[in-house]
């Protein structure tokens, strides 16, 4: 039965070859060809085992009767005057992601969504309006990046962030497995330092993350200095207050940095700024500014140039490392979830307590 095949692409590197040497012994041929399956999953990937051309015909088709290769079907692919793409993808339940590629001289930074929507509901955010779905598979993560080492011609992503849809830390088993499909040497092979996981201040996420062996990167979103205004920008502050994400960050076991994004007359007074350099100091951390994004933003502006430059010397001259963000992608709606909301509208919030599908840790 086609539905009974078992997904290879959920499989971390070192189970996937177990099983695929199992496999191949079960089916008469080498074990050695178990590990050139593997290879051909996410290092070198292929659309399907027919085109692994350096296995026999026959152990192809054994393949394709047992497992699966699942793939995300690319519905939009849009790309910006800055070279920004963003495309649209399809999952096997009708649910839909997003994932954006930006290049920066040698680089190209996939921002991957670990969500299809967001329970947590940031006020600036146009996932958070859509509200969540669910949680997505590691293959469904990991994917997006082998998605876009598919196209022809491929793209090779040098560096990934847990920027797009959702809150990865509330997906946290699933991410788990996809952190290692992207960094294994085995899989897809990028640097932990070049992987940098988002998140709004997920606790028992931050210590799992912390709790692994490689460098992955931590990113929090701050937004705002002080409990009352972060309350109002980000619900999920109630759970996770200022103080608590900031002492998480200060323990972290590598140096975090803070994504702070400027709102016009909101959170970008000199006031904001002093508040949050302490913060930052406090933690060894680095700041990055972030441009609003204004698709889907409602009822925000961005910070005026002056108000910003002003922001980011305050910091400065407390002693902060500061990066000012150009905003990318701005005429393909590139911000987390606009492509989304574009296409397929709104649809009415759930929160994360009440779907049994939201776990962390
Ligand atoms: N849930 C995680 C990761 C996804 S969002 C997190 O919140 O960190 C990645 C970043 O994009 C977050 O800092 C988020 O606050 C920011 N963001 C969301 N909407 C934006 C917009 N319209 N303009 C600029 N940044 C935005």
């Known amino acids: 039965m086609k539905q009974d095949r078992e997904n290879l692409l959920d499989l971390r590197p070192a189970d996937v070859v177990a099983r695929l040497r199992t496999f191949a012994a079960e ?3 080498a074990a ?3 590990n050139q399956v593997a290879r051909r999953l996410w290092t070198t990937p292929v659309r399907s085992f027919a085109e692994i051309a350096e296995l026999p015909a026959a152990f192809r088709e054994h ?3 047992a497992f699966v290769l699942p793939r995300l079907e690319l519905v939009t692919r849009q790309e910006s005057a800055d070279g920004t793409q963003k495309f649209l993808f399809r999952l096997p339940d009708g649910e839909s992601i997003e994932t954006v590629t930006i290049p920066d001289g040698n680089r190209l930074t ?7 929507g967001c329970a947590l509901q940031c006020a600036f955010c146009a996932t958070g309006a859509m509200g969540f779905a669910r949680n997505l598979a590691p293959w469904e993560i990991a ?3 082998r998605e876009l080492m598919l196209l022809d011609p491929p793209l090779r992503p040098t560096n990934v962030v847990f920027m797009g849809m959702g809150e990865p830390l509330m997906n946290w088993r699933n991410v788990d497995v996809a952190l290692t499909l992207l960094n294994d040497p085995a899989a897809i092979g990028i640097g932990a330092r070049h992987i940098t996981v988002s998140t709004v201040g997920v606790l028992p996420g931050i210590e799992a ?3 692994r062996p490689e460098q992955f990167r931590l990113a929090i979103s701050v937004h705002a200095p002080l409990d009352e205004l972060r309350q109002k920008l980000m619900p999920v502050n109630t759970k996770y207050p200022l103080a608590s994400v900031i002492a998480a960050a200060r323990g972290f076991v590598r140096r975090v940095t803070f994504e702070y994004v400027l709102l016009g007359g909101v959170n970008d007074a000199q006031d904001h700024a002093a508040r949050l350099a302490a913060l930052a100091i406090a933690c060894g951390a680095f700041v990055n500014l972030i441009p ?3 698709g889907g933003s409602r009822g925000f502006s961005q910070s005026t140039p002056g108000a910003t430059a002003a922001f980011a010397r305050t910091l400065r001259a407390r002693g902060v490392e500061v990066a000012v963000r150009k905003s990318r992608g701005l005429d393909i709606s590139a911000a987390c979830g606009q492509l989304r909301v574009e296409r397929l509208g709104r649809r ?3 929160r994360a307590h009440e779907d049994a599908d939201v776990h962390v840790a």
């Open 27 to 29: 089916h008469d041929v």
């Open 32 to 34: 050695y060809r178990g």
């Open 63 to 65: 393949l394709d009767t």
């Open 110 to 116: 996939a921002c991957i969504s670990s969500q299809a």
């Open 143 to 145: 994917g997006q990046v």
């Open 209 to 211: 993350l912390a709790a």
């Open 292 to 294: 609003l994004h204004p």
């Open 348 to 350: 009415p919030p759930t």
